[in-house]
C-alpha cells in the first residue's frame, strides 16, 4: 500500500529565503509525482508534474526533483515570497490503478 | 467561466438526512473525481470516472453513490449522513487518466449535525 510522506508539516521562513520541502513514498511503481498548492479554503492548484522516467521540472522559481529509487521528491522555491504562503501538497499517480495517493501536506508561512 | 465548479460550497444538515453534491466541468475532460479531505488535511480518492464510467471505487461506505449523466458532470449522492461524513468534499477532472492537469473544484464543506 502507497505511503506518501512529507516533511516538515509546517515550515516559517522569512521572505527572501530559499526552502526546500520534502516528499517520500513507499511505492516505487509510479506513473508520475505532482506537487499541488492549497491556498486556505480553496481547491488545489497544480504546480509542477514529474513524469516517472524524469529527474527534475522547473517553473519560475519553482523546481522539483524525484528520485524514483528512493522513494524521494523535493520541491525547492527560491526567494520566496509572502504570497507563497500555502499548504503544499505532493502526489503520487500509481502505475496500476491510476489513483493519484496524497501526502498530508507542508504548511509554509512566509513572514513579511 | 469556472472550469470545475461545485454546488454547493457548504452544506449542513442533520445526521440522517440525504444530501447531494454537484460537479461539472467546461474543460471537455475526459475523467473527474471526487476526493475527501478530512480534518488532519488528509485528502483521499473516493470515485472516478472515466468516460461516464466508474472506474476507481475506494472503499467508501456504499452510503456514498456517485453519478455521471454525461462527460461533464459527477454528482455525488450521501445516504443517511453520519457525524464522520463531515469533511471537505472536492471535485476535480484530467483530461484522461495518466495525463497532466489536474484541475479542482473549490470544494464542499460539508458538515453533519
Known amino acids: 500500500k502507497q505511503e506518501v510522506t512529507q516533511i516538515p508539516a509546517a515550515l516559517s521562513v522569512p521572505e527572501g529565503e530559499n526552502l526546500v520541502l520534502n516528499c517520500s513514498f513507499t511505492?516505487?511503481?509510479?506513473?508520475?509525482l505532482q506537487w499541488f498548492r492549497q491556498d486556505p479554503g480553496k481547491g488545489l492548484t497544480s504546480l509542477l508534474l514529474?513524469?516517472?522516467?524524469?529527474r527534475e521540472q522547473t517553473s519560475g522559481r519553482l523546481n522539483a526533483s524525484l528520485d524514483k529509487s528512493s522513494g524521494r521528491s523535493t520541491l525547492y522555491i527560491a526567494a520566496s515570497q509572502p504570497g507563497d504562503s500555502a499548504t503544499y501538497l505532493c502526489?503520487?499517480?500509481?502505475?496500476?490503478?491510476?489513483?493519484?495517493?496524497f501526502g498530508s501536506g507542508t504548511r509554509l508561512l512566509v513572514r513579511p | 467561466d469556472t472550469a470545475v465548479s461545485q454546488t454547493p460550497k457548504y452544506l449542513v444538515t442533520q445526521m440522517g438526512n440525504d444530501k447531494s453534491i454537484k460537479c461539472e466541468q467546461n474543460?471537455?475532460?475526459?475523467?473527474m473525481y471526487w476526493y475527501k479531505q478530512d480534518s488532519k488535511k488528509f485528502l483521499k480518492i473516493m470515485f472516478s470516472?472515466?468516460?461516464?464510467?466508474?472506474?476507481i471505487n475506494e472503499t467508501v461506505p456504499n452510503r456514498f453513490s456517485p453519478k455521471s449523466p454525461d462527460k461533464a458532470h459527477l454528482n455525488l449522492h450521501i445516504n443517511s449522513l453520519e457525524l464522520g461524513d463531515s469533511a471537505v468534499y472536492f471535485c476535480?477532472?484530467?483530461?484522461?487518466?495518466?495525463?497532466?492537469?489536474?484541475?479542482f473544484g473549490s470544494g464542499t464543506r460539508l458538515t453533519v449535525v
Open positions: 476535480a477532472s484530467s483530461p484522461t487518466l495518466t495525463s497532466y492537469g489536474y484541475t
Open positions: 511505492d516505487s511503481a509510479i506513473y508520475n
Open positions: 514529474i513524469q516517472s522516467s524524469q
Open positions: 502526489a503520487v499517480l500509481m502505475d496500476s490503478s491510476y489513483k493519484l495517493i
Open positions: 474543460l471537455g475532460h475526459d475523467t
Open positions: 470516472y472515466n468516460n461516464k464510467e466508474l472506474i
